[in-house]
């Protein structure tokens, strides 16, 4: 077990300074100052009024009343057109509002790089000793070098800017890492975000790396930039005031991600347990690419989905056992005293054993001499990772096991591994040698948002005792349902999943898991 003592932290402790500014972007003022209302109501530190959302914009008039009502310090932006924002007017008039609204008594205005220096030249070196200047570049194609990152940030200190504030787009979630790289050595105050689903580590890990502020939703959807999380999210999913400069992350690894549960359980104990780490869903292309890029002590540990179960396999330094025999890994942890890569396989661990329980309750059988998988026909559906895993597990209980998948050649390779036999899923509608079979789904059909299909048809159902589906999202899939509605015995995929985070928060942590608190954490959030 890891050696994670100093990890554990007391609970509750603020551990950055990091703000949460909520952005408003609302038609009118009386609908901005709901939002405010609500800004403050979900753990906003500040926000973000974007005055070019505003539809018959009167400066004077409304930029008192919006600093006056505010609820929260306020920082101005009036996004032009030509820097991603909704403004399309004349930019002297633009830039004397953002004047006025320093005079007025704003905590903060933003002013783009482009016309940094026009505007410090109109303001003659008149500001208000309380308002703090952002100056900002957004770069919506790509994440340039961490030179050009930080020729960048050199230019905006340049024109004066209290605050400097750079924000590119994600192509690739190794892009964060170059402005994670600035950011931690930057000597002046600085944002520092990439845009995008695959930007998100960068909005969450700006506490570990010493952000200025990081941006956070009011309303899930209702962005003002691409792939912004909730304030909620940042606050209660992520933990965010509990993110410091020692911070592990963990996170996992799959393609796609969004759907993920994990998080919620993982940090959900990790904070229960008061050990310091964080529990982020990673959007990877590319595991080597992934691996090599975030290669600090301080990334320590992941879980594999699917598809990367098998190339992650071939980032290791190290295999277990049982892991190189399945040829897939399903977690992966960094050991502390030499750095090096461990993987391990617990997706059979999980799953068989909570097809056994299922066994147990429909055959009202306690016994516990041997595995009630023994001599049972075990169908697994797909050859991938999780297929792997369960064709692996169901072989050491002692079970027949058949392969089937799409691809029969690839079916083929794991049957002769488990001395089972291979057919393809068309096959498998008329495959019935016996009643009373075990069927366990782990292709990804079925998964939202494809919630209407299945992997075999309802009629080729009734020749199975028990059915088991790997996928947790939908918790009823389609199969699921329909094998219940033939007779079958069900057992969920997140049986498999809290089977999974039981063993891998033990592992990650050194502490065991606190099972009930994960289990009341999965309900709440299925």
């Given at each position: 077990?890891?050696a994670?003592?100093?990890?554990?932290?007391?609970?509750?402790?603020?551990?950055?300074?990091t703000?949460?500014?909520a952005p408003v972007?609302?038609?009118?003022?009386d609908?901005m100052l709901?939002q405010m209302g609500?800004?403050?109501e979900?753990?906003?530190d500040?926000?973000?009024i974007?005055?070019?959302f505003?539809?018959?914009?009167?400066?004077?008039?409304?930029?008192?009343i919006?600093i006056?009502?505010?609820?929260?310090p306020?920082?101005f932006t009036?996004?032009p057109a030509?820097?991603?924002g909704?403004?399309?007017?004349?930019?002297?008039?633009r830039?004397?509002a953002?004047?006025?609204?320093?005079?007025?008594?704003?905590?903060?205005?933003d002013v783009?790089?482009?016309v940094?220096h026009d505007?410090y030249?109109?303001?003659?070196?008149e500001?208000?000793?309380k308002v703090?200047?952002?100056?900002?570049?957004h770069?919506y194609?790509?994440?340039p070098s961490t030179?050009?990152?930080?020729?960048l940030?050199?230019?905006?200190q340049?024109?004066g800017?209290?605050?400097?504030?750079?924000?590119t787009?994600?192509?690739?979630?190794?892009?964060?890492?170059r402005v994670f790289q600035?950011?931690?050595?930057?000597?002046?105050?600085?944002?520092g975000?990439v845009?995008?689903?695959k930007g998100?580590?960068?909005?969450?890990?700006?506490a570990?790396?010493?952000a200025f502020?990081?941006?956070?939703?009011?309303e899930?959807?209702?962005?003002s930039a691409p792939?912004q999380?909730?304030v909620?999210?940042?606050l209660?999913?992520?933990?965010f005031?509990?993110?410091?400069?020692?911070?592990?992350?963990?996170g996992?690894i799959?393609?796609?991600?969004g759907?993920?549960?994990s998080?919620?359980?993982?940090n959900?104990?990790?904070k229960?347990i008061?050990?310091?780490g964080?529990?982020l869903?990673?959007?990877?292309?590319?595991?080597?690419n992934?691996i090599?890029?975030?290669?600090s002590?301080?990334?320590?540990?992941?879980?594999?989905t699917?598809p990367?179960?098998?190339?992650?396999?071939?980032?290791?330094?190290e295999?277990?056992?049982?892991?190189?025999?399945?040829?897939a890994?399903?977690?992966?942890?960094?050991?502390?005293?030499d750095?090096?890569l461990?993987?391990y396989?617990?997706d059979?661990?999980?799953?068989?054993?909570?097809?056994?329980e299922?066994?147990?309750?429909?055959?009202?059988?306690?016994n516990t001499?041997?595995?009630?998988?023994?001599?049972?026909?075990f169908v697994?559906?797909g050859?991938?990772?999780?297929g792997?895993?369960?064709?692996?597990?169901g072989?050491?209980?002692?079970?027949?096991?058949?392969?089937?998948?799409r691809t029969?050649?690839?079916?083929?390779?794991?049957?002769?591994?488990?001395?089972?036999e291979a057919i393809?899923?068309?096959?498998?509608?008329?495959?019935?040698?016996e009643d009373?079979?075990?069927?366990?789904?782990?292709t990804?059909?079925?998964?939202k948002?494809?919630?209407?299909?299945?992997p075999i048809?309802?009629?080729?159902?009734k020749?199975?005792s028990?059915?088991?589906d790997?996928?947790?999202?939908?918790?009823w899939?389609?199969?699921?349902?329909?094998?219940?509605?033939?007779?079958a015995?069900?057992?969920?995929?997140t049986?498999?999943?809290?089977?999974?985070?039981?063993v891998?928060?033990?592992?990650?942590s050194?502490v065991?898991?606190?099972?009930q608190?994960i289990r009341?954490?999965?309900a709440?959030?299925?």
């Open positions: 077990m890891l994670v003592s100093d990890l554990h932290t007391t609970n509750g402790t603020r551990r950055n300074s703000l949460i500014c972007m609302a038609e009118s003022v609908q709901v609500k800004a403050r979900v753990g906003a500040l926000v973000e974007r005055l070019d505003l539809k018959n914009f009167s400066p004077r008039q409304d930029l008192e919006l006056k009502h505010s609820p929260l306020t920082l009036y996004r030509w820097e991603g909704q403004y399309k007017g004349d930019d002297n008039k830039q004397d953002l004047h006025l609204a320093m005079e007025l008594g704003a905590d903060y205005i783009e790089l482009q940094a505007f030249n109109s303001i003659q070196g500001k208000p000793e703090k200047i952002i100056v900002s570049s770069n194609q790509k994440t030179e050009e990152i930080g020729d940030v050199a230019r905006i340049a024109t800017a209290d605050i400097v504030k750079i924000a787009t994600a192509l690739d979630i190794t892009d964060s890492a600035v950011l931690v050595h930057s000597q002046v105050p600085m944002i975000l845009m995008g689903e998100l580590i960068s909005r969450v890990l700006s570990k790396y010493g502020l990081t941006f956070g939703t009011i899930a959807g209702v962005v792939g999380p909730t909620k999210d940042l209660d999913l992520y933990n005031r509990l993110i410091g400069l020692d911070t592990k992350v963990h996992v799959g393609n796609p991600i759907h993920s549960k998080p919620h359980l993982y959900a104990a990790f229960s008061n050990f310091n964080i529990y869903p990673l959007l990877v292309d590319s595991v080597a992934f090599d890029t975030y290669n002590p301080d990334f320590v540990g992941y879980s594999f699917i990367h179960k098998e190339a992650g396999l071939k980032c290791c330094d295999i277990d056992p049982k892991a190189k025999e399945i040829g890994v399903n977690c992966m942890i960094r050991r502390p005293t750095g090096k461990i993987g396989n617990v059979s661990l999980g799953a068989i054993a909570a097809i056994e299922g066994l147990r309750a429909l055959n009202g059988s306690s001499s041997g595995s009630l998988l023994a001599g049972k026909l697994v559906m050859a991938g990772g999780a792997k895993a369960l064709a692996y597990g072989k050491e209980k002692g079970a027949r096991v058949v392969v089937a998948n029969y050649d690839k079916a083929k390779a794991l049957a002769n591994k488990v001395g089972g393809t899923l068309a096959e498998l509608e008329n495959f019935h040698p009373g079979m075990v069927l366990a789904n782990t990804s059909v079925g998964m948002p494809r919630t209407d299909q299945t048809s309802k009629k080729a159902l020749h199975y028990l059915v088991f790997a996928i947790y999202t939908p918790k899939t389609r199969l699921l349902q329909e094998a219940q509605e033939s007779g015995a069900v057992v969920f995929g049986e498999m999943l809290l089977n999974q985070a039981f891998q928060i033990e592992n990650f050194g065991p898991a606190p099972k608190l009341d954490v999965l709440r959030n299925t």
